[in-house]
Structure formats: C-alpha cells, structure tokens
C-alpha cells in the first residue's frame, strides 16, 4: 500500500520539478514570452489546490481506491497530452487534466495511509511518503533538464508514463476501498461549484498579484469574487444535509491548529525555495550550476528528518515533535537573517539546513495529528483539505517573498544602496517576517493539544 502511496506521490513531484527545468524550452517553442509561459504552471497549481476537498470528498462516498487509480489515469491521459501539444492553449488545456489527475492523487494519499495504517506505524508511514516526495523534487530539475538538453520539451510528459503506469499497477493490486460514506448521500454540486470558483478567484488573485502588482484589474476583480463565493460557500455548507466540505471536522481542535500550522510551515518552505536561488546568485555570485549544488541541502535534511522524526514521532507521540520542529525552522529562518557575502555559502547553509530540518521533522507528526483527528468516513476530504493548507501555505509564501522582496529592494536602493546590498537588506526583511509566520505556526501547533496516543483506536 505504502509503495502505491509513495509512487504516485513521487510522480506527481516529479512532474513539477522537471516542468521547472523546461520553462524556457517551453517559452521558445511556443513564441511566448516568460510571463506567459509560467501560467503552465499556475493552470496546474489553481487546478490542483481548488479541487483537493472536492475529490477527498467524492472519494470518501464512491471508495478511495477508486478515486486514487482514476487520478492514476487521469494524470497519464493529461501527460500524454501536454507532450502531444501542438499549441500553448492546448498545453494550458493538458495542464489543467494533469492538475486535476494529481489533486485525486494528492487528496487519497494521506487518507489510504490513514485507513490502512495502524495509529503506532502511522507516523513512519507518512515519513516514508514525505523522503519520496523530497526526493523526488530534487530530482525533478535534474531530470527535466537532461530530458530537455538531449531530447526535447516533449520528454519531460511522456517521462511522467513509467513511474504512472507502475503506480496504476501497484495500486489495482493492492489498495482497497475501506469505508464509504452512506449510499444515501449525495454529493454537494452546489457547495463544489462555489468552493472552486473562490479559491481559483482567490488564487489567480494572489499569483496576479505578485507578478503584476497589487492594483492590476485582474486582482482587484479576483478578491471581490472571492471575498463574495468563499463566504457564500460557508453559508450553503452550514445548510446542506451533506455538505462537500464538512465544517464540523474544523470543531476539532487538533484538527484545525494542525492544519494552520501546517499553512504557516509551507510558507517557509516555499519562501526557501524561491528566495535561495535568487540569494545566491545576486549576493554570492553563483553559477546555475552551483545554485543547483547550493541547494541539495533542502532535500536532504528534508528526508532524513522525515526518515527520523516519522518513526519517533509513532513513540513518543505528535504533540511535542511537531511544535518542536517548527520552533527549529524558526531558528533557520532567524539564522538566515545573519547571512552576507562576508560570510559566504557555509552560513547560508547552515541556516538553510536547520530550517528545512525542522520541517523534515514537523511534516510527519502534524500529518499524523490531522488524521487522526478525522473520523475514518471523512479521512478523504481531510486528506484533501490537508494538502490544500499545505499548498495554500506555498502560494502564500511565493507572492510574499515576490512582494516583499520587490518593495524592500526598491526602497534600499534608494537610500542609495547597490543591487546587490539591497537584495541582501531585502532578504533579512523577508526572513523576519517568515520567522513571525512560523512562530505564528508553533503557537498554533502547541495550542492544538494531544492527539489519541499510538496504540489508540481512530474516532469513529
């Protein structure tokens, strides 16, 4: 079950660190120019993020198994597709098929190791299900740019097809179903259609947001939208007999405090992930080449705390690992306000390695809090509701660290400091305020209180 879990995971991971590596093949291809090739990707990430509660949601009353292989399929057809692409909206077309394969995948993985798991192997589990994921994310570039240099843009879709039709196979196998909901539901195509149509309003607001500035048309339309459908949704939620997203799960403390902290983890994660690169070539002087060197840490730190904290987490319990581990990347992203030119590569990587260490050993812990905490007919739409706080948190920390950066490079050069120093103050900025993010997350994930200890029996 687990390799199922970790193989689809790991496909999906792949596909968007090589899609990374293939943006400018992508933009000559097509005659389009940079900032209109990156709606490749955000069509996936709008895609996937607006729908993960729903396909939770219907997993949860048609069967997991099912749900999760036809995301299999679904992700494979989409592949096939963008590589076929004979135009950019017919790419932009196969990107929103794949995003919408990935979010049955993304939405199910959690929960089948929920359902399948036992409460004191649970922790491992997802431990195991994270080093696939990180590892997978840092071989997606590296993947992606030899399929590109050698072969063409095409191979970086059609590389997606092994590894899927391995997971199509191993899930068929070996999954089940487990518990559905009552055949007496129905599913709430009213609350979806709502749900959808704020959170892509919202999200193409935020993504709007941080490339063209805070006051383009398309922004200021997007929040009005999602300022009226989101709020909206609530209201027919708290009214519906079975509502797509059931806001009686968030009653549980545990289970709202541990999907907030999480937000606020992700947030560091990706605001890593966008700010190093850039750190280090407009301060440091890297090479791309170097740059991708300069970044193993992440990975790295990421699977071995996964590896680590995931078992440990199944002894001694979620409620003090979790928090600990936030407190850690608080301590990276403090330590990060510290680096210069002056100190060179061994701070940053030392700050870089401590955030993402605690992270590595926040991940498992939390995942396993918020499972735990969901009854096992509800475990699909929680797993989606799981991975859209996570992604939610990155979205947010990508146009943050874009805003920010822009606005605080700006002003430090007109107090008259070069390009490089004014990165360099803009950069301390950010990292302040993603330390304020993250402590935000550890008072959230200390306030959640304790989940049922590991040999304990899921809430019914």
Not at 201 to 223: E, H, K, N, R
Request: contains cysteine; aromatic residues 8%.
């Amino acid at each position: 079950m687990l390799a199922a879990v970790c193989v689809g995971m790991l496909t999906v991971s792949l596909d968007t660190g090589a899609l990374n590596a293939a943006y400018p093949s992508l933009a000559d291809a097509f005659g389009v120019p940079v900032a209109v090739i990156s709606w490749v990707g955000i069509a996936y990430m709008i895609t996937t993020v607006s729908s993960l509660a729903i396909y939770g949601r219907w997993a949860d009353m048609v069967g997991r198994k099912r749900v999760f292989l036809l995301g299999y399929g679904v992700f494979i057809a989409g592949s096939l597709l963008a590589a076929l692409a004979q135009n950019f909206i017919w790419l932009l077309a196969a990107r929103v098929v794949v995003g919408s394969g990935a979010a049955m995948l993304i939405a199910n993985s959690v929960a089948i190791i929920g359902a399948d798991f036992p409460a004191n192997r649970r922790g491992t589990a997802i431990g195991a299900m994270e080093t696939s994921v990180a590892a997978a994310l840092a071989l997606g570039p590296i993947v992606g740019g030899v399929l590109v240099d050698h072969l063409s843009w095409r191979a970086i879709f059609f590389v997606n097809w092994p590894s899927g039709l391995v997971g199509l196979a191993l899930g068929a196998m070996i999954l089940r179903d487990g518990e559905r909901a009552p055949k007496r539901e129905t599913f709430d195509f009213l609350g979806a259609a709502l749900f959808v149509a704020g959170m892509a309003s919202f999200l193409i607001a935020l993504t709007a947001g941080s490339t063209l500035g805070w006051d383009a048309p398309i922004v200021t339309v997007g929040l009005a939208l999602a300022l009226v459908l989101l709020p909206l949704f609530l209201a027919v939620e708290q009214r519906v007999p079975q509502p797509m997203l059931p806001l009686t799960l968030f009653r549980s403390r545990v289970f709202a405090a541990a999907n907030a902290a999480k937000m606020c983890g992700y947030f560091a994660m990706m605001a890593t992930l966008f700010t190093l690169p850039f750190y280090l070539e407009r301060a440091l002087g890297f090479t791309p080449a170097q740059i991708g060197v300069g970044l193993t840490p992440i990975p790295i730190a990421l699977s071995a705390a996964s590896l680590i904290m995931g078992p440990l987490s199944d002894r001694i319990g979620s409620q003090i690992i979790a928090p600990a581990g936030l407190a850690v990347c608080a301590v990276g992203c403090v330590l990060l306000t510290q680096v210069t030119p002056a100190t060179g590569y061994p701070a940053v990587f030392v700050g870089v390695l401590v955030l993402t260490f605690g992270m590595g050993s926040f991940i498992s812990p939390n995942d396993s809090a918020i499972v735990s905490a969901a009854p096992s007919d509800k475990l699909g739409v929680a797993g989606g509701i799981l991975a859209m706080m996570r992604n939610l948190g990155m979205i947010l920390g990508l146009a943050a660290a874009g805003t920010v950066l822009s606005a605080r490079v700006a002003a430090y050069q007109a107090d008259g400091l070069d390009a490089s120093g004014a990165f360099v103050g803009a950069y301390h900025d950010f990292y302040l305020i993603t330390a304020a993010v993250v402590v935000v997350g550890v008072v959230a994930s200390l306030v959640r209180g304790r989940t049922l200890p590991a040999s304990g029996e899921r809430p019914g």
